[in-house]
């Protein structure tokens, strides 16, 4: 009986080295593709998914944090303080109140970065 087909190339026979570069690249390129679609990585390998726009970057030290959470009281204690003396009244009362807990805030803070930088 007469094959129809003809027979497939040899494997022995040599390709260009652009050649196997490309079919490289593209058995990388299916691969990749392959394993986006049926190795997902875990949720925590992933950027972070919230719908917040501000991120803390993980890598940041509690020093830094701190230092910065202490920069931002002393600025929300100025602002406050600002406002809290062109009121009267009974918002006037509410303003110092705010104060009162970001300055109650700002020495927590101060408190915890000085024990930070014992360490």
């Avoid at 007469?2 to 040599?14: F, I, L, S």
């Avoid at 990388?28 to 501000?54: G, H, M, N």
């Avoid at 009267?88 to 300055?103: K, M, T």
């Amino acid at each position: 009986m007469a094959k129809v087909t003809p027979n497939p190339p040899a494997a022995d026979e040599p390709t260009s080295r652009a050649q196997s570069a490309r079919s490289k690249k593209i058995d990388d390129a299916a691969t990749r593709a392959l394993d986006f679609y049926l190795k997902p990585k875990p949720e925590s390998e992933t950027s972070d998914k919230s719908d917040s726009i501000l991120r803390i970057d993980p890598s940041v030290d509690s020093e830094c944090l701190l230092a910065n959470l202490s920069e931002n009281l002393a600025s929300a204690n100025a602002m406050i303080s600002d406002l809290a003396f062109d009121l009267d009244g009974s918002r006037r009362h509410v303003a110092l109140g705010i104060l009162q807990v970001i300055e109650v805030s700002e020495l927590l803070a101060n408190r915890a970065l000085d024990i930070v930088e014992v360490r």
